[in-house]
């Protein structure tokens, strides 16, 4: 979604920009920003090439088949398929990229490159295409920067036989493009030691969003209301946020106090998030929490009118964390751990408090002045919004990676 929002807004300044979706297709709350194109490393195709040679050799017509759109949002859908064994091996293969049995879809990312023409500039969603991306650099001539996107908590939850091959592969692929783009200065300069890179090929260029849509309310809502809108899952810290609004229910401080819950959920998830409700539900609370799964974008909007303050608890240090984006742009306050980039975020908006350590006395330490004081509460979300409206919309971010990346690069040539 980022990265559509990002290319729509070069498009409207006049730059030629093409989407190519990778593994499966993308899943967009906007029109897409390029049409409709072939899907590369379709997740099937690439499954079935790692497991079995045979399928390495199949002709084009049957490749295409497994990358119809259908059938891949058919898998997507299906949660838990791959074992972590296949997991860490499916991701060495696709680091290997030429060299591994993946070569042939390698191949199908060139050959479409050398039909439709080389663009000035390659920038892959992901520094974990280096693999195909130094290829492309190669075969093309063209410069090649990846995007930093919170890679290592994918890396370290593989399992350790091949964990530290996995960022071997991937050090010595990154090393080999003409730079990383990092959503925040904490995980640029984190992801530069991990990798063992010069910090100085690492370039900062925020996330950002759409705003359209995103118009705060002036008031604090008549019902006071903490938020989450995140996937739904224990990474993100839930079932922190649950604990913390039971202990503030139980102040008495607060009788109207609601739970606004909203996010991503798999099939994997929803134990979880049925501990969660239960959990709830036994404390007496049924009618003053709510939970709902996958989103709309006119959802989303319309359930951050409903909040006062806004929280997800990350149990990792996150990369940047677009949620927190969301909320500020709709006017509601953030109460985030103080860990990963968040702490950046905080500082430069202006629109929240950061608490440690995470856990959820703390965090509903944290919650109870803001919820005590909704008018100045309210004020803080608005400054925050105010700060994302210049700082973090991708119509200026648009305009700022072409002054920070693609002029230099015209200058060299």
């Known amino acids: 979604m980022r990265d559509n929002s990002l290319a729509r807004y070069l498009m409207e300044d006049g730059h030629e920009v093409t989407m190519l979706p990778t593994y499966l297709p993308h899943f967009l709350d ?192 008549a019902i006071p209301a903490i938020g989450y809108l995140a996937r739904l899952c224990p990474l993100k810290g839930l079932d922190i946020l649950v604990d913390a609004f039971l202990l503030l229910k139980g102040t008495d401080k607060f009788p109207d106090l609601r739970l606004e819950v909203a996010g991503g959920m798999t099939a994997e998830d929803e134990p979880f998030v049925d501990e969660q409700r239960r ?15 996958n989103v709309s974008r006119k959802e989303k909007l319309d359930f951050l009118h409903k909040l006062s303050v806004f929280s997800v608890p990350a149990r990792y240090p996150e990369a940047f964390g677009l949620y927190v984006i969301e909320a500020l742009a709709g006017g509601v306050p953030v109460v985030l751990p103080g860990s990963g980039a968040f702490p950046e975020l905080v500082e430069q908006t202006q629109g929240g408090c950061i608490y440690q350590p995470n856990e959820p006395e703390a965090l509903a330490e944290a919650l109870e002045p803001l919820l005590e004081n909704p008018e100045q509460t309210k004020a803080m979300g608005l400054a925050g919004h105010d700060s994302v409206s210049r700082d973090f919309s991708n119509e200026q971010l648009a305009k700022r990676l072409v002054d920070n990346v693609l002029s230099p690069l015209k200058r060299h040539t």
């Open 30 to 221: 906007e029109q897409s920003a390029s049409g409709d194109q072939p899907i590369f490393f379709g997740g099937i195709n690439v499954y079935l090439q790692h497991k079995f040679a045979l399928f390495r050799h199949t002709p084009e017509w049957l490749d295409k088949a497994f990358d119809s759109k259908w059938l891949l949002r058919k898998a997507a859908a299906r949660s838990g398929m791959t074992s972590s064994k296949d997991l860490g091996e499916i991701t060495l293969s696709t680091f290997r990229g030429e060299d591994g049995p993946l070569a042939k879809e390698v191949r199908k990312v060139l050959d479409w490159f050398k039909n439709h023409g080389s663009p000035d500039v390659l920038f892959l969603s992901t520094v974990m295409l280096a693999g195909i991306g130094k290829v492309l650099k190669r075969e093309l001539g063209i410069p090649v920067f990846g995007f930093l996107q919170g890679e290592d908590s994918f890396l370290d939850s593989l399992l350790p036989e091949y964990r530290k091959e996995a960022w071997k592969l991937l050090s010595d692929d990154v090393a080999q493009l003409d730079g990383c783009i990092a959503p925040s200065r904490y995980f640029g300069d984190f992801m530069a030691d991990r990798l063992g890179l010069d910090k100085q090929i690492v370039r900062h260029h925020p996330n950002g969003i759409t705003l359209e849509g995103f118009e705060p309310e002036k008031a604090p809502p």
């Open 279 to 293: 959990k709830l539900t036994q404390a007496g609370l049924q009618e003053y929490f709510s939970i709902t799964p």
